[in-house]
């Protein structure tokens, strides 16, 4: 590799642009940093709403026409741990590739926030084994599949607005309020909804992913 | 209004690329020297030549750490380096819209 710098660099003076190639080449550049210095890439987002869709409807599937309803089966639960698995490994990589480098206290505080979040969802479910101990029966129904979007899309939607994420917002903000809703729908048909639901705001958020990517600078 | 009013020290290819892609990040954010080299794939020594030129202007801010053994060097845009981007980004807007 060559470690010294040109004729034209040494002096700092290289030829000026024409202003068409200019903007092309800061619309370029600009498009290429987003990409790589996205946590949360698009083809990542539209993969966890394929990922929902599967994991949810397996899981619905597993409990339809259940009397008595005993829960998911195991098998359903076991294709939704492996793809959620599979997300987690995903994520963690794109999390580390878009951070690889970068500090500051913007990027201090989305670490921050993210353990919190990370440490919320964990406790949810610890708040759910309190219900089985008890043996609350709704543990294997209502609860799961909604409780978990509720109360995290709720904090992550707090925490979103706080740094001006509005796309994160929003699609946090549909999480919470799909939570909710599927809740009233009973214990076969909130799995069912809970997977669409999640679904249409991931993709969602995958789209306005690729159309920011792709927004020009110049031109907008 | 014509090229002449755009900033000369963003308006040549590598400065421009160095500039745009620090404005992506979050204001007070940094990135260390490695990275930024390997996004705007420049050789080390190419690179240090324009950031100096960047920092005389005030359009950067460098920062040295040492963890653990080897020095680890930080560059972030000042806020006048934003301003100065978003003043060339109107310019070449207006100059392109006359065109």
Partial sequence: ?220 | MTTEELDPLIHVPTRLKIVATLATLPAGDALSFTRLQDMIGLTPGNLIIHLRKLEEAGYLASEKNRNGTAPKTTVALTDRGRKALDSYTKALRDLLGGL
């Fill in chain 1, 1 to 220: 590799m060559n470690h010294t710098p040109d004729n034209e660099t040494l002096t700092g003076n290289e030829s000026p642009l024409d202003p068409q190639a200019a903007a092309a080449l800061l619309d370029q550049t600009t498009q290429q940093a987003r990409r790589k210095f996205q946590p949360n890439p698009p083809m990542l987002n539209l993969f966890r709403a394929f990922v929902m869709l599967v994991a949810f409807g397996g899981l619905w599937l597993s409990v339809l026409g259940q009397h008595p309803y005993t829960g998911p089966k195991p098998w359903a639960i076991g294709v939704c741990y492996g793809l959620v698995a599979i997300v987690i490994a995903w994520s963690t990589r794109a999390l580390r590739r878009s951070g690889a480098g970068v500090s500051g206290p913007a990027q201090r505080a989305r670490n921050i926030g993210m353990g919190v979040l990370l440490t919320g969802w964990v406790l949810v479910y610890v708040w759910e084994a309190a219900f089985y101990k008890t043996g609350a029966h709704i543990v294997y129904g209502i609860y799961p599949a909604t409780a978990p979007f509720f109360i995290i899309g709720l904090a992550a939607a707090a925490w979103a607005a706080g740094r001006s994420d509005w796309p994160l917002t929003v699609t946090c903000l549909g999480m919470a309020i799909v939570g909710a809703f599927a809740a009233l729908t009973g214990p076969v048909y909130c799995w069912l909804v809970v997977g669409i639901g999640l679904c249409l705001a991931m993709a969602g958020n995958a789209v306005y992913g690729f159309m920011q990517q792709r927004r020009s600078v110049v031109r907008s």
